[in-house]
């Protein structure tokens, strides 16, 4: 299931708006980005700089490292939510992101709709993912994103005793499905100071992914937004923004 597009939208917006009772409200706070009764996140940051950070998700990838080449032509770093067992397949490569300068966060061990799962295991699905991290890459990762965009019960306290915050998006690509003009398209319209961009540099846990749609558009979409003066920075640089603007 890739219900991806059931990120931010007026249309949760309305819902919370006409009603919060019962499965509404619930509905509306697994995927609205402002919601924060699901703990400690945030899905933009402060709008004073021209700051936008890139996000990717499913990696790392055998598609991976031509987004890292990539990336270190423009200068970039960028912020890397990969699942446990992805990187149990290529730790080499999530190695690699680490080395280059990217952020990485938490983006759960198997990729599951964490609304599908009771408490207890939308707890070692943070839990396995965070061990995998540290155990391969030496790294505790600070930053969490939920599968699908899509919070649960139980994913609180799991964030809280893992001490990660959770991070959504302004705008979304769209690329596992759409061609690269497409998803150009959508990013530049949506960019804005304090965007937070969410794109794929693998698919879900697949043993492989094909993200040449997405490459192709970041071709585009990245030196446009250099010439309009944007600055890119990680996810965690960004709630730093968030911080000082409150
Ligand atoms: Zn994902």
Known sequence: MRDESVGPSRTWAALAGATLGGAAAVAYA????????????????????????????????????AFLDLLARYDIRGTFFVCGRNVERRPETARRVLAAGHEVGNHTDSHPLLLRLPP????????????????????????FRAPYGVHAPGLRAALELEE????????????????????????????????????????????????????????TILPILLAEGYRFVTASEMRETLVKAL
């Open 30 to 65: 697994a995927v609205c980005p402002a919601a924060q009764v699901w703990g400690r996140g945030f899905y933009r940051g402060g709008a004073a700089g021209r700051e936008l950070a890139l996000t990717f998700d499913d990696g790392p990838s055998n598609e991976t490292p």
């Open 164 to 219: 990660l915050t959770a991070v959504r998006w302004t705008v979304i690509g769209n690329d596992w499905r759409w061609p690269a003009p497409a998803i150009a398209r959508r990013v530049l319209r949506g960019a804005s100071p304090g965007g937070v961009i969410c794109l794929h540099d693998g698919r879900e846990t697949f043993p492989s992914a094909d993200r040449q749609n997405t490459l192709a558009a970041l071709e």
């Open 120 to 143: 207890w295991r939308v707890r070692r699905e943070v839990e396995t993912a965070q061990r995998i991290l540290e155990d391969r890459l030496g790294v505790r990762p600070a930053l």
